[in-house]
Every structure is written in C-alpha cells, then in structure tokens.
C-alpha cells in the first residue's frame, strides 16, 4: 500500500462517501473507487460495503483507520520539520473558520502577510458565528485548520492566542442629534442585535449583565445575522445596533452611520486564533501559529 491509497482511504472512512471523498481530494469518484479496490486487492480483505447510497466501514476498516491516521500524521510531522526553515516553499490549501469581523475585516486586512510569509499557499475563509467556528473545530475529524473568535472559549480541545482587541460601539442613524446617551435610555431604544451564537451578542449581554441592565428589558426589534445586516438598517432608520467599531469605520467617515457614546458603559473584547491541541497542524498551519502574534500585531493595546 502507498501513501496515497491511504489518503484515500481515510476520506472515504471519514465522510462514509465516494463522492464526497472525491470532491475533498479533487480526484474522479472511479479514480476513488480504483484506489480503494487495489488496497483490497493488497490486504485482501473487505473494506466497505456499499449499501444503496451507504458505504459502512468494515470492522478491517476501522483497524486500518486507527494506523492509516497515525501514519498520515507522521507524514505531516516529517514534512513540518523538514520545510519549516523555508516557509517560501511550502504549498497546499489553509482552511480558516472565521467569525464576522475577523473573516469580514482582519483576514482580508492581513492577507497580504500571509501570502508574503507563504506565498504558495491557497487560503480559504469561510465565515460563521463563533460558537459554529468552536464546534467546526471541535468535530472528530475537522474540516478546517484555523479558526477566529470574538470570545474566550475554555476547552482543552482547543488552544487560543490573543490576536486584537476591540470594542463595542453603539450606532444611530446619520439624523440622530445627541452624541452621547445615558445608560438607562438603551433600554428606550429601538435595538437591533445579533443573532443568539454571536460572540458580538454574547460580549454586549455580559457587559449589560455588568452594568446592571436587564437584557430582558431592552426593546429589541429584531435579530439580524450579521454586523452588516445590522450597519444597513441602522442606515434606514430601523434602530440602533451595537456592533464592532472596526466594522463601521467607513459608514462613520461618510456620514451615513453616527457613533453615540453610551456614559458609564464600555464594552470592550478580544480576538482569537484557535486551533486544536491535539491534532499536529500542517507545516503551513504550523508557521502561520507560531508567527500569528507578529502577523496581527495588536495596534491599539493589549487585551
């Protein structure tokens, strides 16, 4: 058997599909199918049996698995050890989990770096809530290498760096008059908010929770899946959100949001790298993590 036909192998077990395997790997389904059967034909043993759309692992399989996986990793440890004092050289694809405002603001701000430090490197981001991103992460066999927060996450899954800080900011359509507002006339405002997994919602909650202001009590219209969703009706006079300040820089310049202070409130937060403790990263993961800090020097202060 060689390295590939385990590669294959492996994909196949884990995503119980030929198809879906093919797709991850970039290969043919019949390209799939021909690897599988000749490390059949090699062990002479049975490997899955395809039920319908099914394919159920044999007990063959799932012993295979156990070494197919410890053998990819050593792969990966050796080629980490061999290429990491020339990051120039190395290739293949980094996937990131991102919440909104690193994989809406950061990641595309920095990925200059990161092309610079690894400039073969294919990235892709997608983008979820936080709470999506931690249980992306945390899947038996993750589909992503990275992931970025907007909250402190405590899990011994996962280990988290510091990236930025930020704050929240209260914003009022462009005609509103005041400037500042007191603490208790949030609860007369007509509020728009993230939705529930949101570290933006959680961090606003936590600091009101603080300040002695009832969640409960505030008038809140909707519930809008995004800082942009909420940036755009704020812009239309729907009512005022609480969002990052690095997402309506823009919108402040222009003139067509407003930022209120809010007197005796300040909700202030961190972003975070995570990635999983006890999965050995590829050598592209592995030289992002340990020059991450550097990447995304904090600007405005420590967390």
């Not at 755009?232 to 690095?246: I, P, T």
């Amino acid at each position: 058997m060689d390295i590939r036909q385990l590669e294959v192998f492996t994909k196949v077990f884990e995503n119980q599909s030929f198809s879906k395997a093919a797709q991850q790997l970039g290969l043919s389904q019949p390209t799939v199918s021909t690897h599988i059967q000749h490390l059949e034909d090699i062990l002479g043993k049975k490997l899955f049996d395809r039920l319908g759309r099914k394919v159920i692992p044999t007990e063959e399989a799932k012993i295979l698995y156990r070494y197919a996986v410890e053998i990819l990793k050593k792969r990966e440890e050796a080629l980490a050890e061999l290429l990491s004092l020339d990051s120039s050289k190395l290739s293949g694809r980094v996937r990131i989990a991102a919440s909104n405002i690193p994989g809406d603001y950061f990641l595309p701000h920095f990925l200059n770096k990161l092309k610079e430090l690894l400039p073969q490197v294919l990235f892709q981001i997608e983008i979820y809530d936080s709470n999506r991103v931690v249980k992306l992460l945390r899947e038996s066999i993750p589909n992503f290498d990275l992931g970025f927060i907007g909250l402190e996450v405590n899990d011994p899954k996962l280990e988290l760096k510091k990236i930025h800080d930020d704050e929240i900011v209260l914003i009022a359509p462009p005609y509103f008059k005041e400037g500042s507002i007191p603490l208790e006339e949030l609860i007369n405002l007509p509020l728009l908010f993230r939705e529930e997994d949101s570290g933006t919602r959680k961090t606003v909650e936590s600091a009101l929770k603080r300040a002695g202001i009832p969640v409960g009590k505030l008038r809140v219209v909707a519930y809008l899946g995004s800082n942009t969703a909420i940036k755009e009706a704020v812009k239309r006079g729907a009512g005022f959100g609480l969002v990052s300040k690095y997402s309506v820089q823009d919108e402040v310049e222009c003139g067509k949001v407003k930022v209120v202070r809010v007197r005796n409130l300040s909700i202030k937060r961190c972003f975070f790298a995570v990635k999983r403790r006890d999965i050995t990263p590829v050598p592209a993961v592995r030289t992002i993590w340990d020059k991450i800090e550097k990447l995304f020097r904090n600007r405005n202060g420590a967390c």
